[in-house]
C-alpha cells in the first residue's frame, strides 16, 4: 500500500464519524498543513486512474478526505474569485473542467453521505457549495468582521445575529455587503440558521478581541479562524478603538409586536431607565408620516424609568423609523417587504425576520389575502399545517389575513410564487423551563424567573457530539461559567454549576455545537424571590383600583429585599421591589391582578385604563373594548340607563387568555338611543363600570372674564374636564393647557396667553393616569373661539416668533429672517384657519415668500421638525422650490434624514449629486428603497419611464366618474394592499386617485378649465429644452379635455420646474408665472406632486447624461 493509500485512509476512518457530527465542513477545523497533504495524495492517486467511473469510485471511496481537502483549501487559499487554480496545485496536476466536475459531484455525493447542510440553488454548482462549507475564507475576514464592528458601534443595544442578518440582508439592502467577497456574501444570504450560528460567534470573538487578555473558551470557532482575527487585531487592521456604544443603555430595543386580540402589529418601544422626570419622546416616520410619540410615568421622579409605549400600526407600510430624542438611538424597522410581504410572529407577538428559519411551533401569520378573497390559500404549505385560529385583521389592514398555524408537520412555506421559508426541525439543546413567575416583570418589562432550568443536550444514534456551554451576562465578554460536554446520547445537566447563586438580574446562555444548532438565550432571574398581595383581585370603580398592599419574601437567605411591604394607591397598578445578590441589585415590577379596559380597533393608541373610559355617544360604534380579567371567566358587557338594564352582550370568541373582547357596534344602536349610557361588564354576578358614555358636546362656548380666567359656558363640572388654548397668531406654538375647576372656570391664565390676540380653545376630558397628547391643531368638535382679544408683545418670547404675530396682528412689517422662515410650513398649513380669526394679510403667499427666502433653513426646518410631508408639499411649490437650482443645501448625512421623512424636499436637496451619485453609498441605498431600485437606476440613465401611462386618466376614469360614492368606495378597497416603492406602479395610481377624487372641488374645477392652454405652452418647451423623451413623458399622461389632463398638467409642471432650475432662459422666467396654478394642484394632490417631482428630476437628469 503506498503511503498516499495509507494517508487518506486512515484520514478517512477518523473523519467520517466527526463529519457526521458537524453541519458545516468547516467546523471539523482540520489543520492546514493536513488539508494540503489530503489534496496532495488525492492527486498522486486521481493521477494514475485514467476512466471517468474509475476517477468518480475513488472519490466516492475518499468521500471524507475530498470534501474535507476542497473545503479546508477553500478557507485557507481563496482569493479574489480564484478557487480552482489553489486546488490546481495543492493536487500537483492541471485540472480540466471534466476534473473539476468530478470533484464538484464527488463533494455533493460526501455531503449527501454524511448528512451535511446542501445549499441547492447556486448556478455555479462546482464552487458555491464547496465554498459555503469553507465558511469564511481567511482572506475575507478582515472585511467581515469589520462589518460586524461597524453594526455594533452603530446598535443602540447588544447586537444579536438576527438583528445583524436583518441589517445585511433585508429587502433593498444588496448594497450593504458590497464590501465583501463573494462567498461571504452568499454565506450571508443563503446560509440560514448556519451563518446566523456563525454570526453569533464571530460577534462574540470580536468582543474578546477588545479585552486586554484574550480568552478562546467556549467559542467554537476554527483554531485558523481565531489566529487569523487575533493577527488583524495585532495589525491594526479591525477597527476595535471605540467601544461599543449602547445608546440608550437599553435592556432591549424597539422591535414589532403582534397583538392578533388586541390592537393587532404595533411598534413597541421599549421602557427607558433613569430618565429625567421618567419622561421621552420617539420621533416615529411610519410610512412617510412624521408621528411624535410621548412616554411619561405615572408618578415620575427627579428620575425614573419611562414606560414602554406601543404605537398601532393605521395600515400596511414599508417601515417605521424610530429616534429617540436626547439619546443616541435611531433606527429602521422593517414591516412590509413588497417583493414578499408574509409575515410571521412567533406565539408570543415577536417578528421572525425573513432571513431567519422558522420554528416547527404555532406562529402568527400575516400576510395579503390574494386577489380572489375565495380562491385558494396564497400561502403554500410544503407538509401538513394546522390552522388554529384567524381572528379578524387589524384595524386599517383591511385586504389582509391574519392567522395562527402551527408548522410542526410543515418543512418549508411561502407566498404563492415567493421564496420558500424552511421550518427547521433539527434537534437542539432544550432548556426545562417553569414559567416565569406570574404577575412580576423587570423594570425594562421582560419576564422573570425564579427557578433555573436544567438543559437537555441532544446526540445523533451512532455520533458523539460536542456541546460548550457559556453563561455570561448579557453585552459582558467575560464568561461567569464555561462546560464542554460530548454526549452520545440525549443528555440532562445543570449548566448553572459555577456560576454564584441565587441568580439575580440578567443572564445570557449559549450552548454551541454543530452549526445551526445552538442556541443562545437571554433571561432575567429573581431566585427564590416571591411575592403575595391583598386583596387577591383588584376591583375598578370610578375612583381608580382598589386599594391594594403587596409582600415580598426571600427564600434564599443571600436574596436580599427592599422594601418588604409595598401599599398601592388607585392609581397605581404597580410595586417597586429591589433585590440584591453578591453585589448585584435588580429592580422588579409586582403588577398585582386587576380589572383594567382599553378602547381599542381605532387606529389611535390604546394603553390599559385604570378607571372607567369615557365614550362619545356619537362615535361609540368604533373599535372594540378590552377588558382584563381575573382568569378565564365568563365576562358579558351591559349598558344601563341609569338603574336599568338596556342590552346585554356576551365576548367575542376572539380573545387571549384572561381578557374578553367587545364590538363596541353590538350596543351603537342602543347607546345612542339611550344619548348617555354606562357600560359594566359582568363577572358571575357581579358588576363594575368600565365606560360611561356622553354626549361629544361639552360645552355651548368659552370666554375669558375680566380677571384673565377662562370661563367655560352650557356645561356641566366633569372631572378631568382640561382646555387646551391655541393662539391664533402664534400657530406654531404648543397648546396651554389648564383644568377647568368645579365651577367651570380655570385658574387665571398667564399674559403670554391673555395678550395674543385671537384665540383657538378645545375642551376635552383628561384621565392623568393615561396621559394623551394634544393635537397641533384641534378638530372642530368642543372646539370655540375667542375673538376680537388683543395682542401686544410679552417678556419672554422668541424675538422671531413675537416678530411673526406682531406682522399677522397688523403692528408690524414681516420679518424676513431664518427664525420667520423656521414657522412659515405651521403658518401656511393654517391660512385658513387663521384667516377665518381675521389675521392679516394673504398668508400662503406670506408664507412662501419666508420659505423663498432661505432654502437651507425651510428644507433643514423640515428635517428638524419633522411635518406630515402633504403639509410641506404646495409651500413648497408655492415658494417655487420646484425649480430649485441644484445645490449643496445640506450635508451628506441629512439629505439622507430627509429622504426618510420627506421624498419632496429629499430631492430637491440631493439634486446636485443625483447625476454622478456614489453607487453604494448611504444615499445612494436610500434613493434605491425609496424609489424602488430597478426604475430608479433605469431613469438614471437616460431610459424613458416604462411606467408613463399609469395614473392618467384614461376612458376609464370617465366611467369611474359615473359611479355613486359607495360603488367607489367598494372598488377603493379592492385595490392592491401592499405598500410599494415611492415610484411603483400602485403608489402612481393611489396618487392619481387622491387627484381624482379632488376633481370637482372648486380650485381644481377652474384649474381643468385652463389645462389644455397651460399644456400647449409648456409641452414645445420642454421638448425644446430637455428632448423629445420628457415630452413624450407628458403626452403620455394627456388623455382628453379638461380633469382627465391634470395627471399630464402635474408632470409637466415639474419637468419644466427641473429645466427651469438648471438655467434654461425661457422656463426660468416662465414658471414664475405658473407657481400659483402648480401650488393649487399641490394642495389638493400633495402625493402626486411628490411622486412628479421626484420623477421630473430623475428624468431631467438622465436625459443631461
Not at 274 to 284: C, I, M, N, R
Not at 574 to 596: K, M, N, Q
Not at 624 to 637: E, S
Not at 846 to 861: D, F, G, M, N, R
Request: proline letters at 8%; one cysteine or more.
Amino acid at each position: 500500500m503506498s503511503r498516499a493509500t495509507e494517508t487518506l485512509a486512515e484520514r478517512e476512518v477518523l473523519w467520517q464519524p466527526r463529519l457526521r457530527a458537524v453541519s458545516l465542513v468547516c467546523e471539523l477545523d482540520i489543520p492546514e498543513n493536513e488539508v494540503r497533504t489530503t489534496l496532495w495524495h488525492l492527486g498522486e492517486l486521481y493521477a494514475k486512474v485514467y476512466e471517468r467511473e474509475r476517477h468518480l469510485r475513488l472519490l466516492n471511496r475518499l468521500s471524507a478526505c475530498v470534501v474535507v481537502g476542497l473545503a479546508g483549501i477553500g478557507a485557507v487559499e481563496y482569493q479574489q474569485g480564484a478557487f480552482w487554480p489553489a486546488v490546481s496545485d495543492q493536487m500537483d496536476m492541471q485540472l480540466n473542467n471534466d476534473d473539476k466536475k468530478l470533484l464538484g459531484e464527488a463533494f455533493r455525493h460526501g455531503l449527501d453521505r454524511f448528512g451535511l447542510a446542501r445549499f441547492t440553488n447556486f448556478s455555479r454548482i462546482n464552487v458555491d457549495e464547496i465554498l459555503m462549507h469553507s465558511g469564511i475564507p481567511l482572506f475575507c475576514l478582515g472585511d467581515f468582521l469589520n462589518a460586524l464592528l461597524r453594526q455594533q458601534a452603530l446598535d443602540p443595544d447588544v447586537l444579536t445575529p438576527e438583528e445583524f442578518m436583518e441589517w445585511a440582508t433585508g429587502p433593498g439592502r444588496e448594497s450593504r455587503l458590497h464590501a465583501l467577497d463573494k462567498p461571504v456574501q452568499r454565506l450571508l444570504w443563503h446560509g440560514g440558521v448556519y451563518v446566523e450560528d456563525l454570526v453569533d460567534r464571530c460577534l462574540e470573538l470580536v468582543d474578546r478581541l477588545r479585552e486586554p487578555a484574550f480568552v478562546n473558551d467556549g467559542l467554537q470557532l476554527p483554531d485558523s479562524l481565531v489566529a487569523k482575527a487575533l493577527d488583524l487585531a495585532k495589525s491594526g487592521l479591525l477597527n476595535l478603538s471605540s467601544a461599543r456604544e449602547t445608546g440608550a443603555g437599553l435592556g432591549t430595543r424597539p422591535r414589532l409586536l403582534l397583538e392578533p386580540y388586541g390592537r393587532g402589529l404595533m411598534a413597541w418601544l421599549p421602557p427607558i431607565p433613569d430618565a429625567p422626570l421618567g419622561q421621552v419622546e420617539w420621533d416615529l416616520v411610519i410610512g412617510g408620516q412624521p408621528q411624535t410619540v410621548r412616554s411619561r410615568s405615572v408618578l415620575p421622579a427627579a428620575r425614573d424609568t419611562a414606560p414602554a409605549v406601543s404605537v398601532p400600526l393605521p395600515r400596511p407600510v414599508r417601515e417605521v423609523e424610530v429616534d429617540l430624542r436626547e439619546f443616541d438611538l435611531s433606527l429602521a424597522l422593517p414591516v412590509v417587504d413588497a417583493e414578499d410581504p408574509l409575515m410571521v410572529f412567533t406565539d408570543e407577538g415577536r417578528r421572525i425576520p425573513a432571513s431567519a428559519s422558522l420554528p416547527p411551533t404555532s406562529v402568527w401569520l400575516m400576510h395579503p389575502r390574494g386577489e380572489d378573497s375565495d380562491g385558494p390559500d396564497p400561502v403554500e404549505f410544503s407538509g401538513s399545517p394546522v390552522h388554529e385560529d384567524e381572528p379578524a385583521a387589524p384595524y386599517g389592514w383591511a385586504g389582509w389575513r391574519l392567522r395562527r398555524v402551527n408548522l410542526a408537520d410543515v418543512a418549508r412555506i411561502r407566498l404563492r410564487d415567493k421564496p420558500w421559508r424552511n421550518v427547521e426541525g433539527g434537534r437542539r439543546p432544550q432548556l426545562d423551563l417553569t414559567s416565569p413567575v406570574r404577575h412580576v416583570r423587570s423594570r425594562l418589562d421582560s419576564p422573570v424567573w425564579t427557578e433555573a432550568p436544567n438543559l437537555i443536550l441532544p446526540a445523533d444514534p451512532g455520533t458523539t457530539t460536542g456541546w460548550t456551554i457559556r453563561i455570561r451576562r448579557p453585552g459582558s465578554p467575560q464568561a461567569l461559567s464555561v462546560q464542554d460536554i460530548e454526549v452520545s446520547e440525549d443528555t440532562r445537566i445543570d449548566p448553572w454549576q459555577g456560576v454564584k447563586r441565587p441568580l439575580v438580574g440578567a443572564y445570557e446562555i449559549a450552548v454551541r455545537g454543530p452549526l445551526g444548532r445552538g442556541i443562545s438565550q437571554r433571561f432575567e432571574f429573581a431566585e427564590g424571590f416571591a411575592a403575595s398581595w391583598t386583596p387577591e383581585w383588584r376591583e375598578l370603580g370610578y375612583g381608580g383600583l382598589q386599594a391594594c398592599s403587596v409582600g415580598a419574601t426571600a427564600a434564599d437567605p443571600e436574596l436580599h429585599l427592599n422594601p418588604a411591604v409595598v401599599r398601592l394607591a388607585p392609581e397605581q397598578a404597580s410595586a417597586d421591589f429591589i433585590v440584591a445578590a453578591h453585589g448585584e441589585e435588580y429592580a422588579l415590577r409586582v403588577t398585582p391582578p386587576h380589572l383594567a379596559v382599553q378602547h381599542g380597533g381605532t387606529g389611535a393608541r390604546a394603553e390599559w385604563a385604570l378607571r372607567p373610559l369615557r365614550l362619545d355617544t356619537e362615535a361609540v360604534g368604533e373599535g372594540h373594548l378590552m377588558v382584563l380579567l381575573p382568569g378565564n371567566v365568563r365576562a358579558d358587557l351591559v349598558v344601563f340607563n341609569g338603574a336599568e338594564q338596556a342590552q346585554r352582550i356576551p365576548a367575542s370568541g376572539a380573545s387571549r387568555p384572561g381578557t374578553a373582547r367587545f364590538e363596541l357596534a353590538r350596543v351603537a344602536e342602543t347607546v345612542q338611543a339611550l344619548g348617555t349610557a354606562e357600560l359594566k361588564v359582568d363577572l358571575h354576578g357581579l358588576l363594575f363600570p368600565v365606560a360611561k358614555c356622553v354626549p361629544r358636546s361639552l360645552a355651548k362656548g368659552v370666554r375669558i372674564d375680566d380677571s384673565g380666567c377662562l370661563v367655560v359656558a352650557g356645561a356641566t363640572a366633569a372631572e378631568g374636564l382640561t382646555a387646551g388654548i391655541y393662539r391664533g397668531l402664534a400657530p406654531w406654538q404648543e397648546p396651554y393647557v389648564t383644568a377647568v375647576h368645579g365651577d367651570l372656570r380655570s385658574s387665571p391664565l398667564p399674559d403670554s396667553v391673555t395678550a395674543a390676540g385671537d384665540l383657538v380653545v378645545h375642551l376635552r376630558i383628561d384621565d392623568p393616569w393615561v396621559p394623551q397628547d394634544w393635537p397641533r391643531w384641534p378638530e372642530p368638535t368642543n372646539t370655540f373661539l375667542i375673538r376680537d382679544r388683543p395682542w401686544r408683545a410679552t417678556d419672554g418670547g422668541d424675538s422671531d416668533e413675537v416678530a411673526l404675530s406682531r406682522y399677522l396682528a397688523g403692528a408690524g412689517p414681516l420679518p424676513m429672517s431664518s427664525g420667520a422662515t423656521r414657522l412659515a410650513f405651521n403658518l401656511y398649513d393654517r391660512a385658513d384657519d387663521l384667516k377665518a380669526l381675521g389675521a392679516h394679510g394673504d398668508l400662503r403667499a406670506v408664507a412662501a415668500k419666508l420659505i423663498t427666502a432661505e432654502p437651507t433653513t425651510a428644507l433643514q426646518s423640515i428635517l428638524e421638525g419633522r411635518p406630515a410631508p402633504a403639509t410641506t408639499v404646495a409651500p413648497l411649490i408655492h415658494a417655487g422650490f420646484a425649480a430649485l437650482p441644484p445645490r449643496r443645501y445640506l450635508t451628506d448625512d441629512d439629505e439622507v434624514s430627509l429622504w426618510v421623512i420627506n421624498p419632496l424636499a429629499a430631492v430637491l436637496a440631493s439634486a446636485h449629486q443625483l447625476d454622478d451619485i456614489i453607487v453604494r453609498s448611504p444615499l445612494h441605498e436610500r434613493l434605491l428603497t425609496v424609489c424602488g431600485a430597478e426604475l430608479f437606476d433605469l431613469l438614471l440613465i437616460g431610459d424613458p419611464d416604462p411606467h408613463a401611462r399609469i395614473g392618467s386618466f384614461d376612458a376609464s376614469a370617465e366611467l369611474l366618474a359615473q359611479m355613486d360614492s359607495d360603488s367607489l368606495d367598494a372598488l377603493w378597497a379592492a385595490t392592491p394592499v401592499v405598500p410599494g416603492a415611492l415610484l411603483d406602479c400602485d403608489e402612481r395610481i393611489s396618487a392619481a386617485r387622491e387627484l381624482f377624487d379632488a376633481r370637482l372641488r372648486p380650485g381644481i374645477v377652474s384649474l381643468a378649465a385652463a389645462t389644455e392652454r397651460h399644456l400647449r405652452l409648456l409641452v414645445p418647451v420642454i421638448e425644446n429644452a430637455g428632448g423629445a423623451e420628457l415630452a413624450q413623458a407628458v403626452r403620455a399622461r394627456d388623455q382628453g379635455p379638461g380633469w382627465r389632463s391634470l395627471p399630464a398638467l402635474s408632470i409637466a409642471l415639474c419637468l419644466a420646474s427641473r429645466l427651469a432650475a438648471r438655467g434654461y432662459e425661457h422656463l426660468a422666467t416662465l414658471m414664475p408665472q405658473l407657481t400659483e396654478a402648480h401650488a393649487r394642484l399641490a394642495r389638493h394632490s400633495p402625493q402626486l406632486t411628490t411622486i412628479d417631482v421626484v420623477l421630473a428630476e430623475l428624468l431631467v437628469t438622465g436625459s443631461q447624461l
